[in-house]
């Protein structure tokens, strides 16, 4: 599986064998540290087989856990908590150049899942990603958010 890189607009394509569908995301900002924790549940389909890995974007991100939920349907039947199967990332690699990480497991990514991340960060002041940013509150004192 390779990563391409868009030349004309200077931007890294992702594999087209990983579809994510929903993003839900638990961030917990320390605006005295300017850093961040955070969680997510990545709703993926899987578009090919003999798939074990899955790579996404990860700017100034450093990733420390990742577990894949098998969420497909067994027989036709809802999926629930006790029908599901997960595996813990074998490998996780982080590529700075190119900003992204890769995860690699040792089955197959399933035809539907949730990859649950965990993961860090730093607030940067540049406008980008999760960032923080300063205001003056109405006695003008300034204060910082992030956003």
């Not at 993926?44 to 990733?63: A, D, F, R």
């Amino acid at each position: 599986m390779s990563i391409a890189q868009d030349k004309a607009k200077g931007r890294v394509l992702l594999p087209s064998t990983i579809d994510p569908k929903r993003y839900d995301l638990r961030l917990t900002p320390d605006l005295v540290n300017f850093t961040f924790d955070g969680e997510a549940d990545i709703a993926l389909e899987c578009c090919g087989e003999n798939i074990k890995e899955i790579v996404l974007h990860s700017k100034e991100l450093c990733i420390l856990d990742a577990t894949l939920v098998d969420t497909t349907p067994v027989d036709g039947d809802v999926v629930g908590e006790k029908n599901t199967k997960t595996q813990q990332a074998m490998e996780i690699h982080e590529n700075k150049k190119l900003t992204t990480v890769k995860f690699v497991f040792e089955e197959n990514v399933p035809a539907s899942s949730i990859l649950r991340i965990k993961y860090k960060g730093f607030l940067n002041n540049q406008m980008a990603g999760f960032y923080r940013s300063s205001y003056k509150d109405a006695n003008g004192n300034s204060k910082i958010m992030a956003s």
